[in-house]
Nanobody
Framework: QVQLVESGGGSVPFGGSLRLSCAAS????????LGWYRQAPGSQRELVAL?????????KYADSVRGRFTISKDNAKNTVDLHMTRLKPEDTAVYYC???????????WGQGTQVTVSS
């Protein structure tokens, strides 16, 4: 079965940095897209960053994180990282790894990892 395993969450001070990692496995096709979503308490889940075959040179970023976060995807390894810098309390959320499986176009989700930014 396809699994997305996240790591790297934690608590950091305002202005700090954190790197989230996601390793996808179990897919016979690989992934058309890999990225990250987040959900804060009482808020809807929102896209943070997404890298696809058609956006490999211009990943999608939420306006709120553009310039601070960087997504990196390794298609050969089926891994995707999210490098977060200049973190703000508003970035506090559960972050979910997302995979759009190639061919099947099935959506897969990681278990979520908590990121907490203190003020």
């Amino acid at each position: 079965q396809v699994q997305l395993v996240e790591s790297g969450g934690g608590s950091v001070p305002f202005g700090g940095s954190l790197r989230l990692s996601c390793a996808a496995s179990g897919s016979a096709f690989g992934f058309y897209g890999l990225g990250w979503y987040r959900q804060a308490p009482g808020s809807q889940r929102e896209l943070v960053a997404l890298s696809t075959d058609t956006s490999r040179f211009m990943p999608k970023y939420a306006d709120s994180v553009r310039g601070r976060f960087t997504i990196s995807k390794d298609n050969a390894k089926n891994t995707v990282d999210l490098h977060m810098t200049r973190l703000k309390p508003e970035d506090t959320a559960v972050y979910y790894c997302y995979g759009d499986e190639a061919v099947t176009r099935t959506d897969y989700w990681g278990q979520g990892t908590q990121v907490t930014v203190s003020s």
